[in-house]
T-cell receptor, first 114, second 112 residues
Framework: GESVGLHLPTLSVQEGDNSIINCAYS??????FIWYKQESGKGPQFIID?????DKRQGQRVTVLLNKTVKHLSLQIAATQPGDSAVYFC?????????????FGKGTRLSVIA | NAGVTQTPKFQVLKTGQSMTLQCAQD?????MYWYRQDPGMGLRLIYY???????DKGEVPNGYNVSRLNKREFSLRLESAAPSQTSVYFC???????????FGPGTRLTVL
């Protein structure tokens, strides 16, 4: 079946720089996307979401971009801090598919170099 | 407001033993989920409950059973634990199956 995937399994970024984490999805019918952050030893934590009728959504220091043409999702973290070190997952859902649960990608590990 | 809580946090079992992992949410969510996460891998759905009184299999249901006890609680049972079930188990809940899921802190299970 179709699934969510990621371009890079690991990413190292200097403290203070911006981070970009990418995600490719293959199901063109997906219309809701979520980014989660998972710190070591903890459960995934919701960061930001975006619906398919939007191209961009901003939160506090985070921006999610959605390019439906190439089925690509990215998470941008501004001024990356040591506390941003974690594994980041994207997830997708088909809002017209009834109660089908989210489909998660395998995750990208972000390491912040002080 | 505790969100999603899970017990126990850690558990060690011998092969063949049984146990139940407990999950509760206080957000009045309709849908609840059980995932397992193995090293270097993403989340794999075991079972979910779209609403009170219903349960459905996910990607990896073999060796597990679930009970949606009421709207707040969703338990996961291992009837005869196997080493392949060594993993971290996460419970999650959402308003509906179409919404953002909120996760508990996880249960780290080791089967010897």
């Amino acid at each position: 079946g179709e699934s969510v995937g990621l371009h890079l399994p690991t990413l190292s970024v200097q403290e203070g720089d911006n981070s970009i984490i990418n995600c490719a999805y293959s199901n063109s019918a997906s219309d809701y996307f979520i980014w989660y952050k998972q710190e070591s030893g903890k459960g995934p934590q919701f960061i930001i979401d975006i619906r398919s009728n939007m191209d961009k959504r901003q939160g506090q220091r985070v921006t999610v971009l959605l390019n439906k043409t190439v089925k690509h999702l990215s998470l941008q973290i501004a001024a990356t801090q040591p506390g941003d070190s974690a594994v980041y997952f994207c997830a997708e859902n088909l809002r017209n598919s009834g109660n089908t649960p989210l489909v998660f990608g395998k995750g990208t590990r972000l390491s912040v170099i002080a | 407001n505790a969100g999603v809580t899970q017990t126990p946090k850690f558990q060690v079992l011998k092969t063949g033993q049984s146990m139940t992992l407990q999950c509760a949410q206080d957000m009045n969510h309709n849908s609840m989920y059980w995932y397992r996460q193995d090293p270097g891998m993403g989340l794999r759905l075991i079972y979910y409950s779209a609403s009170e009184g219903t349960t459905d299999k996910g990607e990896v249901p073999n060796g597990y059973n679930v009970s949606r006890l009421n709207k707040r609680e969703f338990s996961l049972r291992l009837e005869s634990a196997a080493p392949s079930q060594t993993s971290v188990y996460f419970c999650a809940s959402s308003e509906s199956g179409l919404d953002t899921q909120y996760f508990g802190p996880g249960t780290r299970l080791t089967v010897l």
